[in-house]
């Protein structure tokens, strides 16, 4: 499966932003998919996942209540709606995908996509 992550840019803090991950292949709801985000000087972090039927989702602690995680497999994307943005979430965001039982450790995801730039302003 190939992914693309987009919808990144520039927003104010207190704002939101959605981004999306677009995949191609046949057997893209046989999928989890995660995001995840790496910061200038920093590690990569986990911070939300899905199952391939979208009935479970899981976060980070410090993105529960703000991010919600979705799917459309129909259109073979999962979305990630950021709300109440901080300083703080300025980085670059990724998309992944794998099969088997979820994770959120990076090594865990088999494939990965170009991540999109999130900036949030003061």
């Given at each position: 499966?190939?992914?693309?992550?987009?919808?990144?840019?520039?927003?104010?803090?207190?704002?939101?932003?959605?981004?999306?991950?677009?995949?191609?292949?046949?057997?893209?709801?046989?999928?989890?998919?995660?995001?995840?985000?790496?910061?200038?000087?920093?590690?990569?972090?986990?911070?939300?996942?899905?199952?391939?039927?979208?009935?479970?989702?899981?976060?980070?602690?410090?993105?529960?209540?703000?991010?919600?995680?979705?799917?459309?497999?129909?259109?073979?994307?999962?979305?990630?709606?950021?709300?109440?943005?901080?300083?703080?979430?300025?980085?670059?965001?990724?998309?992944?995908?794998?099969?088997?039982?979820?994770?959120?450790?990076?090594?865990?995801?088999?494939?990965?996509g170009q991540g999109t730039l999130v900036t949030v302003s003061s």
């Amino acid at each position: 499966v190939q992914l693309q992550a987009c919808g990144g840019g520039l927003v104010q803090a207190g704002g939101s932003l959605r981004v999306s991950c677009a995949a191609s292949g046949r057997t893209f709801d046989s999928y989890h998919v995660g995001w995840f985000r790496q910061a200038p000087g920093k590690d990569r972090e986990f911070v939300a996942a899905i199952s391939w039927s979208g009935s479970v989702t899981y976060y980070a602690d410090s993105m529960k209540g703000r991010f919600t995680i979705s799917r459309d497999n129909a259109k073979k994307t999962v979305y990630l709606q950021m709300n109440s943005l901080k300083v703080e979430d300025t980085a670059v965001y990724s998309c992944a995908a794998k099969q088997g039982l979820r994770a959120t450790t990076p090594s865990s995801y088999d494939y990965w996509g170009q991540g999109t730039l999130v900036t949030v302003s003061s």
